[in-house]
C-alpha cells in the first residue's frame, strides 16, 4: 500500500511535527531560564539589622529622690534622676561612670546623678569604701564625695587609696581615721542597699531612671550603651 493511498499517513506526520516542535520549544525556554556566570540574575539586598535599645521594664519599690541626703550631682531639681545602685569596687560600676558623666552634658539641668550604695559581700573594699565615701562626705561635703567617686573610680580603691584620696581632696586624716573607726554610717549603708533591692536592683550598677515628678520609673541593669539609658529618659521625659 502507497502512503499516499493510506489515510493515516499525514496525520502521522502532523502528530511528528508537533511533538518535535514541543521539544525544539521546551529546550529553548530551560536555556533562558539558567543565568549565565557572566550575567547572574540580580537579587535583594538584606536590610542591615538596626540596633534597638534592651527593655527598660519599670524598677519596684524606689526611695524617692532627697535633696538634703542623697548625694546628688547636677541640678538638683531636675525632672529626672538617673539614680546608681554602685560598688567602689565593681569594673562595670567604673565602666559606666563616665557613660553618667555624658549623661549630665548631653541633658543640662533636665537630668541629675544620684549615687545610693550597693556592696557586693564578694568585694574586700567595697563596704570600706562606701563608708569611707560618707565619712569623707561629712568631713568636706557632697562636692568632696564625688571627687572621692571619680578617684576610686579612675585609680583604685584599697584602704591606703582612699587615705591618698582624702589627702588629695584636702580633708583631715586624722578625722577621716575617727570617723571610719567609729563605724558610724555602715548601718546607712546596709539599708541603701536593702532600699536597692527592694526596687529591683540585684547587682551593680544597678541604673533606676526616675521621672521625680510623676514618679514613674525604667531599671536599666548593668554597665548598659549611652543609647539605653537615653531612650529610657526621653520615654519618662
Not at 529622690?65 to 562595670?92: L, M, W
Not at 591606703?160 to 588629695?168: D, I, L, P, Q
Not at 542597699?193 to 515628678?213: Q, R
Request: hydrophobic share 35%; proline share 8%.
Amino acid at each position: 500500500m502507497s502512503n499516499n493511498s493510506n489515510p493515516w499517513f499525514p496525520i502521522s506526520l502532523g502528530l511528528i511535527g508537533i511533538v518535535v516542535g514541543y521539544g525544539v520549544a521546551t529546550m529553548n525556554s530551560s536555556t533562558n531560564a539558567v543565568p549565565s556566570a557572566a550575567n547572574p540574575s540580580p537579587t535583594a539586598n538584606a536590610p542591615t539589622p538596626t540596633p534597638t535599645p534592651a527593655p527598660t521594664p519599670p524598677a519596684g519599690d524606689v526611695i524617692p529622690v532627697d535633696t538634703e541626703t542623697d548625694h546628688i550631682r547636677g541640678n538638683p531639681s531636675a525632672k529626672i534622676s538617673v539614680i546608681e545602685y554602685s560598688d567602689f569596687e565593681c569594673p562595670y560600676c567604673a565602666r559606666v561612670h563616665p557613660t553618667i558623666k555624658q549623661i549630665l552634658e548631653d541633658y543640662g539641668d533636665d537630668v541629675n546623678w544620684v549615687f545610693r550604695h550597693f556592696p557586693l559581700s564578694f568585694h574586700a573594699n567595697a563596704q570600706p569604701g562606701a563608708e569611707a565615701s560618707e565619712c569623707i562626705t561629712e568631713l568636706g561635703g557632697n562636692n568632696a564625695f564625688w571627687q572621692f567617686a571619680d578617684l576610686a573610680y579612675e585609680q583604685g580603691v584599697g584602704s591606703e587609696k582612699f587615705r591618698e584620696y582624702v589627702r588629695e581632696i584636702g580633708l583631715s586624716e586624722k578625722a577621716y581615721q575617727d570617723c571610719m573607726e567609729s563605724g558610724k554610717y555602715t548601718q546607712l549603708v546596709k539599708g541603701q542597699m536593702a532600699g536597692g533591692a527592694a526596687a529591683g536592683v540585684s547587682g551593680t550598677p544597678g541604673n533606676i531612671i526616675i521621672n521625680n515628678e510623676t514618679e514613674e520609673t525604667r531599671l536599666v541593669s548593668g554597665a548598659q550603651p549611652i543609647e539605653n539609658f537615653k531612650s529610657a529618659i526621653d520615654a519618662l521625659m
